[in-house]
């Protein structure tokens, strides 16, 4: 089974960033916490640009250090691709110049995303002889991103390529990266400090806070473990993966196929068969513990509550199981008192349409 094993430790005269992790070789893993928890030392530690002492960085079975036997690549020797906050193009080069230029690194021998394939996956075949200075920024990143996957990388790294854009940008770029995702096998790290990004990207979460790492595991599941702080933010919210199996045209409506059961969702252009992760917010979701009758909510969910948690200001936060699923539901302290909530309690929850969010 292919998997990603890294192991050191990372020390400046501050801070001190210590990791042991093993983690899915395909998919996108998020490295996610607040400014200085360490993911971006992190990701540099995996890219060769900080030797950790102790180090072992494994890439799907590559070593490309381990310490144990005087082994250390160097950045250069690493068939990895590296994309940053800022585009960072050659203003001299036109688009196909660029990417170009991040063909040199290719070694024959190696995985190789082909040139075509990376202008076709990033939609950038218009932008091919435009000049860096007259893209947008979301454009700017696609082609940064085409130029990494051009380099033949067994791994992408991605340290926060949406946080200079602004919500349009990252609507735009969003997408395309969902295709990198589906249609490639390279394992992405991506960090970010945006709980949104993370929720519709990853498969994988790592959690960092002041150079540890807090829990690791499948993005679902750490998202609601209440022990956790993800699901104590005021955006707190479920990952629920599934499949469009219907439209209603005559509504407007889409319905979704999830472990827990069905949705209805407005249509907004999916396409039956579509796969699609969708992020249920604590806040939309309501309760009842019996099924409700006349009500405007179509979306009425079977579920046991699994946990519950003080959430502040006279709010509990509720994890919630739907055949497997899990979900988050806020509300009041004294709703939980009235409605007799406690784990294994049988409810129904409630989740309003136009509130969630693809």
């Known amino acids: 089974m292919n ?3 890294f192991r050191g430790t990372v020390a400046f005269p501050k801070f001190r960033l210590s990791f042991d992790l093993a983690l899915p070789g395909t998919g996108v893993t998020a490295f996610f916490g607040e400014s200085g928890a360490g993911k971006s030392t992190l990701l540099r530690a995996v890219a060769g640009l900080e030797r950790p002492t102790e180090g072992f960085i494994s890439i799907n079975g590559e070593i490309w250090q381990d310490d144990g036997k005087g082994l250390f690549l160097p950045t250069y020797q690493r068939p990895l691709g590296f994309v940053f906050q800022d585009a960072r193009l050659f203003n001299h080069l036109d688009v196909t110049g660029n990417l170009h230029f991040g063909m040199k690194r290719v070694k024959g021998g190696g995985k190789q995303v082909s040139l075509e394939a990376a202008v076709e996956l990033l939609g950038i075949g218009h932008l091919l002889k435009r000049m860096p200075e007259t893209l947008s920024g979301g454009e700017r990143q696609r082609v940064a991103i085409a130029r990494a996957l051009a380099t033949g990388p067994e791994i992408l790294l991605m340290d926060e390529p949406m946080a200079a854009l602004d919500q349009k940008r990252r609507q735009e770029i969003l997408p395309y990266l969902h295709r990198l995702n589906a249609e490639l096998s390279i394992p992405i790290l991506y960090v970010s400090h945006s709980l949104e990004e993370v929720a519709a990207l990853a498969d994988h979460l ?112 509720v994890e919630l199981d739907a055949g497997g699923t899990h979900l988050l539901s806020r509300i009041t302290r004294k709703s939980a008192v009235v409605l007799g909530l406690e784990p294994g309690k049988a409810v129904f929850a409630q989740v309003k349409g136009t509130a969630v969010i693809g």
């Open 206 to 317: 790592v959690l960092l806070e002041q150079g540890g790492i807090t829990a690791s595991g499948p993005v679902s599941g750490m998202l609601t473990r209440l022990d956790l702080p993800l699901a104590h933010y005021d955006s707190a919210a479920a990952s629920v993966a599934g499949r469009i199996v219907g439209t209603d045209t005559d509504f407007h409506l889409c319905t979704f196929e999830f472990a827990g059961g069905r949705m209805f969702l407005p249509a907004g252009g999916y396409q039956t068969g579509q796969s699609l992760r969708l992020r249920i917010q604590a806040r939309d979701v309501s309760l009842s513990i019996e099924r409700p009758g006349q009500t405007s909510i179509l979306n009425i969910i079977e579920a046991k509550v699994v946990g519950m948690a003080d959430n502040g200001n006279g709010q509990v936060m």
């Open 3 to 5: 998997s990603l094993q």
